[in-house]
């Protein structure tokens, strides 16, 4: 079993910045793309950045220049945050084999999942 572990959410004021991370832990798995989605109440879930592994990343247009996914956890750097990051953030991975599309956004292409870290950002 593979669980994912998302750490560094918490409380920032608009302008602030946060640095998650995703560990992953248990059964050894390859993982061909490691991705950040987000959810805010009543809203459905969304992607925000995704990166493969040999370092190719693809944001989402509301967070290109502010955010940054590097490294094997996956690290999402949030500067210039907005009180419309609100959110819960989760971490996915893909292990079924590389992806087709050079869009990695649809939940299904994962099939790994965190619990998710709150991210609040006061205005």
């Known amino acids: 079993q593979v669980h994912l572990v998302e750490s560094g959410g918490g409380l920032v004021q608009a302008g602030g910045s946060l640095r998650l991370s995703c560990a992953a832990s248990?059964?050894?798995?390859?993982?061909?793309?490691m991705g950040w989605f987000r959810q805010a109440p009543g809203k459905e879930r969304e992607f925000v950045a995704a990166i493969w592994s040999d370092g190719r990343t693809y944001y989402a247009d509301f967070v290109k220049g502010r955010f940054t996914i590097s490294g094997d956890n996956a690290n999402l750097q949030m500067n210039s945050l907005k009180p419309e990051d609100t959110a819960v953030y989760y971490c996915?991975?893909?292990?079924?084999?590389?992806?087709?599309?050079?869009?990695?956004?649809?939940?299904?292409?994962?099939?790994?999942w965190g619990q998710g870290t709150q991210v609040t950002v006061a205005s």
């Open positions: 996915a991975a893909r292990a079924r084999g590389p992806i087709a599309t050079s869009r990695p956004i649809q939940p299904a292409s994962y099939d790994y």
């Open positions: 248990g059964r050894t798995f390859t993982s061909y793309v």
